[in-house]
């Protein structure tokens, strides 16, 4: 599978949300998609990054965006998660891991000299006639949130 590109159309998915509610992509045309993949719930940088999307949901949401968190936890894990830290943005459970493949926010990962397979830290703006309109690969979870907001308002 080639490497996803600005102006490419965004794969379509559908996964169930922290609820059991299938949600899918299509189900958002006409808004800005902030999809953010990460790899785990109730982890220091997943949890910082998520709270900080959550923090400015309503900045995001005045310009005409949603927030998407992607990750391979389990819907009872993101219930758990949005509970403990009251998040207000939606999380996706991609436990296949067949989107995150889709968006090559899974592959190859170093720590501590160590090679293994796992979540990519990426976050993709998809535009409301659904292409990929910005790229964050290998991101840094603290302020991250702000920067793609910064973008979102130059645009």
């Given at each position: 599978?080639?490497?996803?590109?600005?102006?490419?159309?965004?794969?379509?998915?559908?996964?169930?949300?922290?609820?059991?509610?299938?949600?899918?992509?299509?189900?958002?045309?006409?808004?800005?998609?902030?999809?953010?993949?990460?790899?785990?719930?109730?982890?220091?940088?997943?949890t910082?990054?998520?709270?900080?999307?959550?923090e400015?949901?309503?900045?995001?949401?005045?310009?005409?965006?949603?927030?998407?968190?992607i990750?391979?936890?389990?819907?009872r894990?993101?219930?758990?998660?949005?509970t403990?830290f009251?998040?207000?943005?939606?999380?996706?459970?991609?436990?296949?891991?067949?989107?995150?493949?889709?968006?090559?926010?899974w592959?190859l990962?170093?720590?501590?000299?160590?090679?293994?397979?796992?979540?990519?830290?990426?976050?993709?703006?998809?535009?409301?006639?659904?292409?990929?309109?910005?790229?964050?690969?290998?991101?840094?979870?603290?302020?991250?949130?702000?920067?793609?907001l910064?973008?979102l308002?130059?645009?």
């Amino acid at each position: 599978m080639s490497e996803l590109k600005l102006g490419d159309k965004a794969p379509e998915f559908s996964l169930k949300n922290q609820d059991g509610i299938e949600m899918a992509l299509k189900d958002f045309k006409g808004k800005k998609v902030v999809l953010y993949f990460y790899p785990k719930d109730n982890t220091p940088g997943c949890t910082t990054e998520a709270c900080e999307f959550s923090e400015l949901l309503g900045n995001f949401e005045d310009r005409n965006s949603i927030i998407i968190g992607i990750s391979p936890d389990n819907e009872r894990s993101h219930e758990n998660f949005i509970t403990k830290f009251k998040l207000k943005h939606i999380l996706l459970s991609d436990i296949d891991k067949e989107v995150s493949k889709a968006y090559g926010a899974w592959g190859l990962k170093k720590n501590y000299g160590k090679e293994y397979e796992g979540i990519i830290r990426s976050t993709f703006v998809i535009d409301e006639q659904g292409k990929i309109s910005t790229i964050y690969k290998n991101v840094r979870a603290k302020d991250h949130a702000a920067k793609v907001l910064a973008d979102l308002a130059k645009a």
